[in-house]
């Protein structure tokens, strides 16, 4: 079992530009939450996809949005980014059936320059 | 507000000392509470996870303690070791729109020194 997977793992992108990362849940799991981590801050929940809905979402703006697969793998996109976006991006993902046991995956480095 | 802090920000011991990690919570909302250790710049690994209706968690030299009615927890490091050195991360789990999401704290940066 690979666990949960994350690519790419490094990214370098200018503002304004768009982005797209990808996220592999662990074999199993259904439910695909988001999460962005600041620099020194603990990570900050963006959004939670179950059965290709997004289901909740924390206090985000429109330029952050997403897509789940029927395979259960999700994207994150950016649009428009700034500065402030840099960040460690987290994917975690769990089973339905036991939500409190989520996996997370070793993340994606965004550098917005 | 949902809040999770985390005390001390960061810490530096000799090896063999015992810690102490403290979080504390302000959201009653919050039903289980879960330890993570993070090295730098990798993903999360789950140490502990407690559920409301538990007191306390072990594993290995980890114990894990939850206090729901005074919206506290602690982890204990026991013999620390180099190893140990990372971010602890303590994080509250509480449902939102009929949902479970995970409220985390900043972290204690952890530095065990030989």
């Known amino acids: 079992d690979a666990g949960v997977t994350q690519s790419p793992t490094h990214l370098i992108k200018t503002r304004g530009q768009q982005v797209t990362l990808r996220c592999s849940p662990k074999?199993?799991?259904?439910?695909v939450s988001w999460y962005q981590q600041a620099l020194g801050q603990g990570p900050q929940f963006i959004f939670q996809?179950?059965?290709?809905?997004?289901?909740q979402r924390g206090n985000f703006p429109d330029r952050f949005s997403g897509h789940q697969f029927p395979n259960y793998s999700s994207e994150l996109n950016v649009n428009a980014l700034l500065l402030g976006d840099s960040a460690l991006y987290l994917c975690?993902?769990?089973?339905?059936?036991?939500?409190?046991?989520?996996?997370f995956g070793p993340g994606t480095r965004l550098t917005v320059l | 507000k949902q809040e999770v802090t985390q005390i001390p920000a960061a810490l530096s011991v000799p090896e063999g000392e015992n810690l102490v990690l403290n979080c504390s919570f302000t959201?009653?909302?919050?039903?289980?509470l879960q330890w993570f250790r993070q090295d730098p710049g990798k993903g999360l690994t789950s140490l502990l996870l407690?559920?409301?209706?538990?007191r306390e968690q072990t594993s290995g030299r980890l114990n894990a303690s939850l206090d729901k009615s005074s919206g506290r927890s602690t982890l204990y490091i026991a013999a620390s070791q180099p190893g140990d050195s990372a971010t602890y991360l303590c994080?509250?789990?509480?449902?939102?729109?009929?949902?479970?999401?995970?409220?985390f704290g900043a972290g204690t940066r952890l530095a065990v020194h030989p």
């Open positions: 074999s199993g799991h259904d439910t």
């Open positions: 975690a993902s769990s089973f339905s059936g036991s939500p409190d046991t989520q996996y």
């Open positions: 407690i559920q409301s209706s538990q």
């Open positions: 994080a509250g789990a509480m449902f939102s729109g009929g949902y479970n999401k995970l409220i």
């Open positions: 959201d009653s909302a919050i039903y289980n």
């Open positions: 996809y179950y059965e290709e809905e997004e289901r």
